[in-house]
């Protein structure tokens, strides 16, 4: 097999294990990132572990001139775009910021594309395009009503590639609406490395666990839930790896073009609770709370209805909220100050 596909956002976390499966299937990887939210050593540890070769450029993808001299140089035949910020509330703080790193990024990205006659590109949206679900689980034709800049701006790249599909018969898309991300590649080699103090529950929860944070707080405990906290469909940032080389497959091997848009979850709702409770047994460790309000902007539950990726990417997510959290743990534990060790 001799297929190249660019990675946009292949240092951060969700790209960085797609390109570990991407070689470990025997594909070439040209890789590109600004390193803004990346880690050059994430990359780093996925040519060891692998024992192949990426190419990496280090580059913005609103900088046409460079990624047009990337297409011309490299024989690109697929690209999956994980490029792009992800932080709600930075989001709703500047706007402007989110619009033009996700939406422009993305149209001069598909712009090169065109350019280039290449195709096929497999994107990531989220869960957060359906805002506050109208019943779960959640199925792909739900009506979307992002409630942040955040969530808009992967809304307004979805319609983008959907009336681009319109306009180019030859175009193949693949928009996978991924659920919660959470847990590492098993080696211990490769994981999630928020900067700061994070805002996402389970890199909070490991933090607290390894004693580097004193507790956790959980925003609110009067949500419609079995227990009270939130409830949402966390799935193993491997077995979201594999499910883009499902959607990427579909892709390459499917006849004529396409638009697809896939949720990917495991379809189970865990509470803040279960996955404190899941957190302590793995590792053996206490992670002490306390309930606080609400997060602003906070919905009570939502989980995945996965079967259309299930039907028709033959992909189905296998690891449990235990392994979960144990590869999240080994992580931590093997790399207590992430990637800069
Ligand atoms: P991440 O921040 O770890 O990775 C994104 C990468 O893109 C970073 O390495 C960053 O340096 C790079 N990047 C950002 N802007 C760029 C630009 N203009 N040019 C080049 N590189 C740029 O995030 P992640 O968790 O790996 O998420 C990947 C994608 O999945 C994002 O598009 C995100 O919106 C989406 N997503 C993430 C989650 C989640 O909870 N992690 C959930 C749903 C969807
Ligand atoms: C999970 C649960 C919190 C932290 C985010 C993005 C969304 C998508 C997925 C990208 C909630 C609770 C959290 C804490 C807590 N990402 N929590 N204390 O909010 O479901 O979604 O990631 O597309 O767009 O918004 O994930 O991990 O922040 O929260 O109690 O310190 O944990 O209230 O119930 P969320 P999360």
Redesign the pocket.
Known sequence: MNITILVTGAAGYIGSHTCFELLDRGYNVVAVDNLVNGNREALQRVKEVTGNDIHFFKADLRDASTLERIFEEQPIDAVIHFAGY?A?GESVEDPLLYYSNNVSASVTLLSVMKEYDIYNIVFSS???VYGKPESVPVKETDSMAPTNP??RS?LMVEEILRDSYKALPSLSVSILR????IGAHPSGRIGEDPDGI?????P?VSRVAAGQLEE?????DNYDTHDG????DYIHVMDLARAHISALEELLNGSGSNCKTYNLGTGKGYS?LD?VKAFEQVSNREVPYKITD??PG?IDK?FADPTKANKQLGWTAQKELKEMCQDMWYWQQQNPNGYSN
């Open positions: 992800k709600v989220s869960c957060t955040y969530g992967k991924y659920f919660n991300p994070p805002n996402n529950l389970l909070y956790l707080k959980i925003f609110g906290t939130g409830v949402r803040v996955v609400r997060r906070d939502t």
